[in-house]
Each structure stands twice: as structure tokens, then as C-alpha cells.
């Protein structure tokens, strides 16, 4: 029998603190369903998967929703490698896969190791603590400045400008009345910042030493030109800073809802790579991506024109009963198979092995330094945002 159709889908209707149960009724309703706002909504697992390997779905443009009056964030994000489709993409992917190979990453564990120890040290002086504040937003921001080559007396002001940037991001409800123009403001810096760090290399060549060295070695033999070079850097700084965040403390989140899952993976810490890709299955730190359609197409039932908007909600596709077992038990041994967490296809995320590296490092730093560490009782304060779901404050007992 088929459930009855669940109405409209409109993402300010959905429960940020758990979107899950919401989702489940479009993807046993109305799968790929037509929304209010003229895009096509992707709920299944086995849909999702298609159109993120189908090359009649494609990215571009960058983002729609800019306003007039932004020059540095649409030059920015136009050349930001998310929002690129072959060749440009296969270019870029190219030059920047080059510095985060699974080898390049393991080279980084023990200094990451460092950075996140530091960042626990510092937390256990505090009996309470707001999580996102003092370690999960700042950790990946001091690794993706330690790859760009970002010195430590410049790392508070690149945050700054990271948190002021994210107001141009995802799909922010709550975003402030100026929230575009310091985006754009933020743009204009980190611009003038990175163009500024390519002239002081190519005046002092050193080479591969960090993530900018080695993109601009190798950026004349694959046509890749400043402007790209920059936007490159900038949205490295911002997709490896707020999905790792999330990651993170949503991680975090489910280990302390389900206490036997926590109590398993203290005692067995070797489980913590396979937590972490539970963890991403269970509560993805980015629940939505976006494609455009190339060409008209039949997906789930219904004909997608051509140039339609499509939203993958990956937070279902990976709450999928017919991929994944009873998706909703957190199992930490779970053979989590093609989760979507990271995306699939050309734009499966390329930093996904420092990703993996920062969140297993950071919770076995926070879970060994902090055996104590537990939720106090104010409750989390999700950000306003759908896409880049995760808590905005989010306070912790350390002892």
C-alpha cells in the first residue's frame, strides 16, 4: 500500500534538531517530489546515487541568491571547484587531489594529533564549555592554516573572516540583515590575503612546502589561473572548516544518545574509523547538494525537465531502509557500504581523507583527554541551516 503523499516539502518546516522523521515520510510518500519553489527533491538512496554519477546533472552556475552590490563573493565563489563541471572541474580537482592523498594525510596525523591535544588541554580548564566555540570550529580551521601555510599570528583574523563568509552560505534562515555585504567584505580580504601569499611565493619559491606552493607549481601546466588559484584557497578554507565542525560535535551528539555505542568504542578505540563513517551515515554534517538538469530525465516516476533545480537530500539517502538495515540504530560495525555523506561521482568531496583523519583524531582526543566529557543542561542551539546542518552552540561538562 502506498503511503499517502506527505504534503509540500519546504525546508523552513523541517525540524533542525532531527530532520530525519520528516524525511522519512517524502521518501516513502513521494520520493522525488516537485517542492513549492519549482526544485525536485531526491529522498531515496538509489536515486541520489544516480544522479550524482550521471553527467545530465551537472553543478554551474555558482550559487544563485547573491544580491547585487557583491563583487568579491561572485568573482570568489565563481571560482570555487564545487560549483565547476568538466573540463574546469577535472582541471582543478587535478591540481588540489595533488596535496591530500590518503599518503600526503598520513603525514599530517601526527601534527594534527598535536593540534587537537592542545585544543583538549585548554578545554579541560574549563568545568563547562561551549564545544563548538573552543575546540570543534577552530581545530579544522588551525589544520586547513597549517596545509595553506597560514602563520600562526594570522589564524585568529582568517577565522574571523571564515565565520563572517559562512553568512553567504547554505541555506541560513537566520542570516543577518548585512549578512551578504560582510560576506562580500570577508571575500575582499581573503582575496587580497591569498593573491598577496602567490606574489610572496613566486618572489621566494619554495615549492611544495604547503597546499599553496604546490597548487602553483603545477598550476601553468594545467591552465589554472590566479583568480582560480585564490577562489581555490578560499573554499578550502570554508568546505574543510564548517562540515568538519559539524562532523564533530554531531558526532558527539550520537555517541552520547546512545551510551552502549560510546561504551563500545572506549573500549575498542581501533573501531574509531569505522565510527567515524557510522557517524557520517547517521547524522550528515551536510544534508543537501544541489544539481542542475542538462537534459529532460525520468527519475523515481516523474519527468525532471530540462534546467531544473534537483536537491539530493542526502540525510535520507543515507537513512535508506533499502540500503542501509535499520538505519536508524546508531552501529558502530556497521558496513556503512556507499554512504553519501562525502557525495559520489566527479565531486565526491576531495578532502574526505583529512576529514576522516581530523574527525577520528579530534573524538579520540576529546574521548581519552575528557573521559568525563558529557552534555550539560542547556540544550544545543542548531545553526538555522539545512545544508551545513549542525549545532551553533553546543555546551559540555568536562568533569
Known amino acids: 500500500m502506498t503511503p499517502p503523499a506527505p504534503g509540500p516539502f519546504r525546508t ?46 551537472v553543478r554551474g552556475p555558482q550559487p544563485a541568491g547573491i544580491p547585487p552590490g557583491c563583487p568579491h563573493l561572485k568573482r570568489t565563489t565563481a571560482a570555487w571547484m564545487v560549483f565547476m563541471d568538466p573540463p574546469r572541474h577535472t582541471r582543478v580537482r587535478a591540481l588540489v587531489a595533488k596535496s591530500f592523498t590518503p599518503r600526503i594525510v598520513e603525514t599530517l596525523r601526527p601534527r594534527i594529533r598535536q593540534l587537537a591535544d592542545s585544543l583538549v588541554t585548554a578545554l579541560a580548564e574549563e568545568r563547562e564549555a561551549d564545544l563548538v566555540d573552543r575546540l570543534a570550529a577552530p581545530f579544522p580551521l588551525l589544520v586547513i592554516s597549517e596545509l595553506l601555510g597560514v602563520p600562526p599570528q594570522d589564524r585568529a583574523w582568517f577565522r574571523a573572516r571564515a565565520v563572517d563568509l559562512q553568512q553567504a552560505t547554505g541555506s541560513r534562515v537566520a542570516r543577518r540583515a548585512d549578512g551578504f555585504a560582510v560576506a562580500d567584505a570577508a571575500a575582499r580580504e581573503l582575496d587580497r590575503y591569498f593573491r598577496a601569499e602567490l606574489a610572496r611565493r613566486r618572489a621566494r619559491p619554495a615549492f611544495g612546502a604547503d597546499l599553496i606552493g604546490t597548487m602553483l607549481e603545477h598550476a601553468g601546466a594545467a591552465g589554472v589561473d590566479d583568480d582560480t588559484l585564490v577562489g581555490t584557497c578560499v573554499h578550502l578554507l570554508t568546505a574543510g572548516h564548517e562540515t568538519t565542525t559539524n562532523l564533530l560535535c554531531k558526532g558527539l551528539l550520537a555517541l552520547f544518545a546512545h551510551p552502549a555505542q560510546l561504551a563500545a568504542l572506549r573500549a575498542r578505540p581501533e573501531l574509531m574509523a569505522n565510527a567515524v563513517e557510522e557517524l557520517i551515515r547517521y547524522d550528515a554534517p551536510v544534508q543537501m547538494v544541489t544539481r542542475r538538469s542538462a537534459a529532460e530525465d525520468r527519475l523515481g516516476g516523474h519527468t525532471v525537465p530540462r ?38 561521482g566527479s565531486h565526491y568531496c576531495v578532502g574526505a581523507a583529512l576529514a576522516r583523519a581530523e574527525a577520528e583524531i579530534g573524538l579520540t582526543a576529546l574521548l581519552s583527554g575528557l573521559p568525563r566529557l558529557a552534555l550539560s543542561a542547556e540544550p544545543v542551539r542548531f545553526a538555522e541551516d539545512l545544508v551545513f546542518h549542525g549545532p551553533a552552540r553546543m555546551m559540555v561538562r568536562t568533569r
Not at 522525488?32 to 554519477?53: E, N, Q
Open 307 to 344: 534546467d531544473s533545480r534537483v536537491v539530493l537530500v542526502l540525510g535520507s539517502a543515507n537513512r535508506d531502509p533499502a540500503w542501509f538495515p535499520d538505519p536508524d540504530r546508531l552501529d558502530l560495525t556497521r558496513d556503512t557500504l556507499r554512504h553519501s555523506g562525502f557525495g559520489m
Open 12 to 57: 523552513a518546516d523541517v525540524p533542525l534538531a532531527d530532520p530525519y522523521p520528516y524525511y522519512r515520510r517524502f521518501r516513502e510518500g513521494d520520493p522525488v517530489h516537485l517542492g513549492p519553489d519549482g526544485s525536485w527533491y531526491v529522498f531515496r538512496h538509489r536515486d541520489v546515487a544516480r544522479v550524482l554519477g550521471d553527467r545530465r546533472y
